[in-house]
């Protein structure tokens, strides 16, 4: 009864306001209602589809969410191993927690007053003697590559994980296995290869994968710290969103439904890899 | 602590502290040209200007109430829930949906609420904010604590009743101690997520719900960084102090 | 169970809306005193960009204690960019809303066109304000907004030109056309750039009406042959300035406030603003060099103006436009126009106010660092019609950054 009642509850606190979106999305993306649409028409779908915008802004999305998720996963691993002991006590434990508590625009801010030609960084440089004016220093925001954005979302996100294979580290007793490698005759090296990443690769995939979604969808890091083209998947929607031409309103709609289906899929594919993998 | 390894940790530590130091220095600065490493002139007139506003005490107010609210209420409501979903047999499909939430667009899921709050006329209001907030941090929750309800607690529950517990008393007295910690991980990033939203309060709230977000995010995207960093500060200050008292807000110690 | 939900959800989401419609529009057929009358007691929820300190304490600590002395109003101010104001009142219509959250809003013309477009805004109110007569409507700066007609469906509030600003440290002689500038650039790349959105837009319009050899050509509503041909050449000049722009015009400033920090810095030798006062304002903040100085180029820049407009489905419209009425009233732009204030370009002509004022507005501090607007007005060109913008934005990006 208590089960069916909570059910019941959540149906209605999650399930509902989310089926209602969906609803809305996709009666706009369809032209069914809106203001500026004329009922139904397959024809914002088409321009969305058929343009090459959205496959590149996907692709460029992923692309950056995967060079970020790499680096995290390997920062993030190699702090575990270097700094163990610290993370848990000591005056580190405590900064560690610091960038957890930015909000995506002030650490893309941030970002930009370091890394940009007339960031701080430069300026040290040019103190220096490095450079002779800003014009030399490298281009790492607004790059065609992204390194900015690749560099905030690295940021952000590497303490988060550093505390999750800490905290898997601990609840799978790895150490415990480590030292059983030992005794078997495994170097350090071989014991964290062979037994410590294989588990926290695998503890902790569902999360990286969140969390790669998550990157996937940054807006307001691309909007300061990329370029206008190749643009991430969320600028791509604002802009045809809120910008001059209200006639591309429901494209932005049609973005977010094509993405979404896009995610669910190839979600559908991963869970039923994995459960294969487990079976 | 080894010798060898004093000074990468306090290197790492102040790569992760930099950016909020670096955002209260600017926040004083005034005039800042290339290439000097600081700026020329400090003052706390940006401090006067913008901090000191009546409206902002009010907007603060405001936010670490719907905040404090929307944190625990959907925490400890989502812990509930989270069981009956754990427990479900269509476990995936009720999860599915709570994952499908964060993959919308939170603009578009914005746009598309606002429409159904202006029709039931909670746009513009304190409420209408309120549960928007609640809708966005719920599902979070949800997931959060379906790993909690896991085999071991279920054998633990069975435990319990074979030895004669009530209902109510295994989940006050096994489960409710034991989601202690994770309740209070799971307060502290709802807490967050409230914080720092801005595109779900503007237009739920049609700019009239002055959150404190709403009221500063403004600045940051301005021309005066100065005036943004102090809004960042404005921002960073309260989760900042609530870690600061409980660092058990973001990992359970052992 | 589940059928009953969904029935509880089609009921709330199509069954309950409000039905009660005041009818506000008879107030236009009453006098003003009546109309401020019925004001007293009220509340006015005003929506208007918040990001400038100074504008902020202009309304918190003139405008808002003002209001409510005189006329007994609560103004409220609720934070939006023209976009949010946009998707607010969309929504409402699209909704079915008989009832506005909002009573007053801030627009410009690129805001002004598109509520135009969705028929939400209310009108004709202007001619209604006693203050309206002092207003400049013979300027057609003034009077028309990106060449429509006002009409009065809002009410201008500040005049602004825009205006190139720089740094006279390392500029002493600034370019005055556009093959000035390109010359400039070939000699000092890298210092120069515009922004994608509604500054840098505004830009390449008044370009684009020097390569059609003046606004003449290009007035009246949208022409597709006429933007074909000259489009085409302002394509073909910015590709030639595109290596010498800021970053070899691979990206442009997303806005016009990272322009402005780019030049704060030094790393640009130029900014713009659509408001020729705004050099003053950020040097008085401490935020550009004081060597910084605007201009209008000979060539021209665009003049506009920014209104205050009413929702048509707000329910204190007399409230609405007693706090407009205000606003526009000789004191309240008196102080807007101070630079240490605000430093808003005024909307009123002051010939026709009381010898009084006149004498007032003759005695405002001058501003120091850009030319007198007197000056300027000379070089002022009138806004394009609404579409000009929305095919120069899109295909900014074809020609230009996805190149």
């Not at chain 1, 220093?137 to 994980?161: Q, R, S, V």
């Not at chain 2, 085999?151 to 319990?160: A, G, M, N, P, T």
């Not at chain 2, 914080?195 to 301005?222: D, H, N, R, S």
Request: hydrophobic share 50%; net charge positive; with cysteine.
């Amino acid at each position: 009864m208590f089960r069916r009642a909570s059910l019941l509850v959540y149906l209605l606190l999650c399930i509902v306001p989310l089926l209602l979106g969906l609803g809305y999305v996709l009666a706009y993306s369809f032209g069914l209602i809106g203001l500026l649409n004329h009922g139904f028409t397959t024809a914002h779908w088409r321009a969305v589809l058929l343009d090459k915008t959205f496959w590149q802004s996907l692709g460029y999305s992923l692309y950056i969410a995967l060079a970020c998720m790499s680096i995290v996963v390997v920062v993030s691993a190699a702090l575990l191993a270097g700094f163990r002991k610290n993370l848990t006590q000591g005056f580190l434990s405590a900064f560690i927690y610091l960038p957890l508590t930015l909000p995506a625009i002030v650490a893309a801010f941030v970002c930009f007053q370091l890394w940009s030609k007339s960031g701080l960084i430069s300026r040290m440089v040019y103190q220096v003697g490095w450079i002779a004016n800003l014009d030399q220093f490298p281009e790492w925001i607004n790059d065609a590559w992204g390194l900015g954005i690749i560099f905030t979302h690295t940021f952000m996100a590497t303490p988060f994980f550093t505390l999750l294979f800490l905290q898997v580290y601990e609840r799978e007793k790895i150490q415990r296995l480590e030292q059983l490698a030992f005794t078997l005759g495994a170097t350090p090296r071989q014991a964290w290869l062979k037994v410590t990443a294989p588990i926290l690769w695998r503890k902790s995939f569902f999360s990286i994968l969140l969390y790669l979604v998550f990157v996937m969808g940054a807006y307001e890091t691309p909007l300061l710290l990329g370029r206008q083209s190749p643009e991430m998947i969320a600028p791509l929607i604002i802009r045809k969103l809120q910008k001059f031409n209200l006639l591309d309103m429901p494209q932005a709609y049609v973005i977010s439904a094509a993405y979404l289906l896009l995610l669910m899929g190839f979600g559908g594919l991963v869970f039923s890899k994995i459960k294969t993998r487990m079976a | 602590m080894k010798k060898t390894l004093l000074f990468p940790a306090i290197l790492l530590a102040f790569i992760f502290g930099f950016p909020l130091l670096f955002l209260l220095l600017l926040s004083f600065g005034q005039q800042w040209p290339y290439p000097s490493i600081l700026p020329l002139h400090w003052s706390e007139e940006t401090w006067q200007k913008i901090a000191w506003e009546k409206r902002i005490g009010n907007g603060l107010g405001l936010s670490l109430l719907i905040s404090l609210s929307v944190g625990s209420i959907a925490s400890i409501l989502s812990l509930l829930l989270a069981k009956a979903v754990a427990y479900s047999p269509n476990q995936r499909w009720w999860l599915g949906g709570a994952y499908l939430l964060y993959l919308v667009s939170p603009v578009v899921l914005a746009a598309s609420w606002q429409f159904y709050f202006l029709r039931l006329g909670w746009a513009g209001q304190p409420l209408g904010v309120w549960l928007a907030q609640f809708f966005i941090t719920l599902p979070f929750g949800v997931i959060f604590f379906n790993s909690f309800w896991n085999e071991q607690q279920r054998s633990l529950e069975h435990l319990v009743a074979t030895l004669g517990g009530t209902p109510w008393q295994t989940f006050w007295r096994v489960s409710f101690p034991l989601a202690r910690g994770p309740l209070l991980i799971c307060f502290f990033q709802s807490f967050l997520i409230s914080w720092f939203e801005y595109g779900l309060t503007a237009l739920i709230g049609v700019g009239k719900v002055q959150t404190l977000p709403l009221m500063v995010y403004q600045f940051i995207g301005e021309a005066n960084i100065f005036y943004a960093a102090l809004a960042s500060c404005l921002l960073l200050i309260p989760p900042l102090l609530l870690l600061w008292f409980n660092r058990r807000f973001v990992f359970i110690e052992r | 169970m589940i059928r009953w939900i969904a029935f509880g959800i089609l009921f709330l989401v199509w069954g309950c809306q409000s039905v009660s419609n005041k009818k506000t529009e008879e107030v236009l057929n009453q006098p003003w005193e009546k109309i401020e009358k019925a004001a007293r007691g009220s509340t006015v929820n005003l929506m208007m960009w918040t990001g400038d300190p100074l504008i902020n304490a202009y309304m918190q600590d003139f405008v808002v204690p003002e209001v409510k002395k005189r006329f007994g109003i609560d103004l409220k101010i609720a934070s939006g960019q023209g976009n949010l104001i946009v998707q607010a009142l969309l929504a409402e219509i699209q909704a079915g809303k008989t009832e506005s959250e909002l009573d007053l809003l801030w627009i410009n013309g690129e805001t002004f066109y598109q509520l135009r477009q969705i028929d939400a805004l209310f009108g004709p109110w202007t001619d209604k304000l006693p203050n309206a007569q002092y207003i400049d409507f013979s300027n057609p700066f003034i009077a028309k907004d990106f060449q429509q007609p006002v009409d009065g469906f809002e009410c201008p509030w500040g005049n602004v030109q825009m205006a190139l600003i720089y740094n006279s440290q390392y500029v002493p002689n600034p370019p005055q056309n556009r093959q000035a500038l390109a010359a400039f650039l070939k000699e000092h790349p890298g210092k120069f750039t515009f922004d994608n959105q509604f500054t840098g837009m505004t830009f390449l319009k008044s370009m684009l009406m020097d390569v059609a050899g003046g606004a003449q050509n290009l007035a009246g509503d949208f022409d597709e042959k006429k933007y074909a041909t000259y489009s085409a050449q302002l394509w073909t000049y910015l590709k030639s300035l595109k290596p010498y722009l800021w970053r070899e015009g691979k990206t442009f400033p997303e806005n016009v406030s990272v322009m402005h920090q780019l030049f704060a810095s030094g790393e640009l030798w130029f900014t713009m603003s659509n408001n020729d006062n705004e050099v003053d304002n950020k040097v008085s903040q401490g935020l550009f060099p004081s060597t910084s100085r605007a201009y209008v180029w000979d060539s021209g820049l665009i003049q506009n103006t920014h209104y205050q407009g009413i929702p048509k489905l707000s329910t204190n419209k007399v409230g609405a436009m007693t706090v407009v009425n205000f606003l526009i009233s000789p004191a309240a732009q008196f102080r807007k126009q101070n630079a240490a204030v605000w430093g808003d370009g005024l909307v009123l002509d002051v010939n026709k106010l009381p010898a009084k004022w006149q004498t007032e507005f003759q005695q405002l501090p001058k501003r120091k660092y850009v030319p007198a607007r007197a000056e300027l007005n000379a070089k002022a060109l009138p806004e394009l019609a609404p579409e000009y913008m929305i095919r120069l934005s899109e295909d900014f990006r074809k020609n230009i950054i996805e190149q």
